[in-house]
């Protein structure tokens, strides 16, 4: 029975980890021809997986080969080409007065499939523009409606934390973010705080939802009535994660220390 190693591999900088399987062993951070369900991709081998037999893999894709000189030069002249092709597309969007902006394109190393990605607000007929690029290509057309994080994942930027952006970074999935996360982890609601540079929830806030979620376990919310030993009060604050929180009684603040749910005060 073959047996075959099997390897992540992205296709650029920071980008998602698909696994391939592969019957050659290849270094990390060589460069390599794929099989994709849309065609030959240059990528680049980021991570050694395993190896498993053939039955257990027949779902993925193969590693055809390590790149040569000449891939990588066609690799090259294929970036260049997808910048000249983006221009052109941006130039028939503006004759044909579509609503849409136009990211970023790429042809597949084989150059059996030209892909745009493009932001709109709402869906575009572009028939017309897709019609006319191939004219001018004489390959297959992809025009791919991303999002706001996507879009920031292409472009890349600098987080009020400081750091380059999560999703430019090292995120290769984009998990879906809810302001409940937000709302869990008692921050306040002001889009300037709680939204990164794609206008959208921090990617962040997802991270540590988990953790919150389990300690707020027990504690009351803000505003909320209870009984201490010195009375009865409102909760002024709450610190999760230390599961302690301030109680107003007869105009003094009194800390409870929640422990294992049932609460002692300090």
């Known amino acids: 029975m073959d047996r075959y190693y099997i390897y992540g591999v992205n296709f650029k900088d920071n980008g998602k980890i698909y696994n391939f399987k592969s019957k050659i062993r290849c270094p990390i951070n060589v460069t390599v021809i794929t099989e994709t369900e849309k065609g030959l991709q240059f990528g680049k081998v980021v ?97 791919r409606q991303i999002g706001a994080r996507d879009k920031a994942r292409e472009v890349g930027g600098m987080g009020i934390c400081g750091e380059k952006i999560c999703c430019a970074n090292f995120l290769n999935h984009i998990d879906s973010v809810s302001m409940n ?32 979620l389990k300690c707020s376990e027990g504690l009351p919310s803000i505003g909320e009535t209870v009984k201490t030993e010195k009375g009865e009060g409102e909760v002024i604050n709450v610190d999760i994660l230390n599961r302690t929180y301030k109680v107003l009684v007869n105009n003094e603040k009194v800390e409870i220390n929640a422990g294992d749910k049932d609460g002692s005060e300090k």
Request: glycine content about 4%; charged content about 35%.
């Open 47 to 143: 991570s050694y997986i395993g190896n498993e037999n053939t039955k257990n893999i027949d779902e993925l894709k193969d590693i055809i080969r390590i790149s040569t000189k000449k891939d990588y030069e066609e690799y090259l002249k294929n970036l260049k080409d997808a910048d000249q092709a983006l221009k052109q597309c941006r130039l028939l969007v503006k004759e044909l007065g579509l609503d849409m902006k136009m990211i970023n394109a790429s042809f597949t190393f084989d150059r059996k499939q030209l892909i745009f990605n493009f932001l709109a607000d709402e869906r575009i007929d572009f028939r017309e523009l897709a019609k006319r690029l191939a004219a001018i290509y004489r390959t297959r057309i992809e025009l």
């Open 181 to 212: 996360m937000a709302k869990n982890q008692g921050l306040a609601l002001n889009p300037s705080k709680i939204n990164g540079l794609c206008g959208r929830l921090l990617c962040c806030l997802t991270y540590e939802d988990e953790e919150y």
